[in-house]
């Protein structure tokens, strides 16, 4: 069992940044692969970015690379989402997910949730 807590989320303006975290408790975190995923008002949840278990490799969706970084600290328990140049689209509520694939996240947070305006 994997409890996520997702934290970071606010207002901003286009433009600016935040840094997502994701703390996890239990003891499975680091053979875990975490996701971020997030969710706009009246479309469907979408993948944003994905981490191995050892961090060595990541992948981002098409709408925020370059612009959006994941990482982890498995000796913290601990995801994070570094996003800079904040564009009016990638508001939505971000959740953090975990699993043994990226095809079967078995857990999720509660969701952080992120606006940008103009």
């Known amino acids: 069992q994997v409890d996520l807590v997702e934290s970071g989320g606010g207002l901003v303006q286009a433009g600016g940044s935040l840094r997502l975290s994701c703390a996890a408790s239990g003891r499975a975190f680091s053979s875990n692969i975490m996701g971020w995923f997030r969710q706009a008002p009246g479309k469907e949840r979408e993948s944003v970015a994905r981490i191995s278990q050892t961090g060595s490799t990541t992948f981002y969706g098409d709408s925020v690379k370059g612009r959006f970084t994941i990482s982890r600290d498995n000796a913290k328990n601990t995801m994070y989402l570094r996003m800079i140049n904040l564009e009016l689209e990638d508001t939505g509520v971000y959740y953090c997910?975990?699993?043994?694939?990226?095809?079967?996240?078995?857990?999720w947070g509660q969701g952080t949730q992120v606006t940008v305006s103009s």
């Open positions: 997910a975990a699993g043994p694939n990226y095809l079967s996240y078995r857990y």
